[in-house]
């Protein structure tokens, strides 16, 4: 059996079930990239055009999809995990503002 119960700015979340493993329920969820894409886009392009007084204490250094911050949570990510995540080319078009990883990261 398989219900979709949210659908909401992109994300999707499903319960299904699985004949071979009686009274367990799984949780899907996926997401959307596109619209994520886009926002990460508009964001670099006004921090572009601010001047530095402007950002001071407000720059986004990314757009973290839910996705990924689920998962962050569910495997307890620390600060070396989300620098490795910025660091992943992968996940460039993600990014905001500069950010360049420290060697070893």
């Not at 367990?24 to 601010?50: G, K």
Request: net charge positive; proline share 5%; glycine share 6%.
């Amino acid at each position: 059996m398989k219900v979709t119960y949210l659908r909401r700015g992109g994300l999707t979340e499903t319960a299904h079930t699985d004949r071979d493993q009686p009274g367990v329920l799984f949780n899907t969820v996926s997401e959307q990239i596109q619209p994520i894409r886009d926002h990460a886009e508009l964001l670099r392009h006004a921090q572009e055009h601010r001047t530095k007084a402007e950002l001071a204490g407000c720059r986004v250094r990314a757009v973290i999809p839910m996705t990924t911050y689920l998962v962050s949570l569910r495997e307890q990510w620390d600060q070396k995990k989300w620098r490795k995540w910025l660091g992943d080319p992968d996940n460039s078009h993600l990014i905001v503002s500069g950010f360049v990883p420290r060697h070893g990261v």
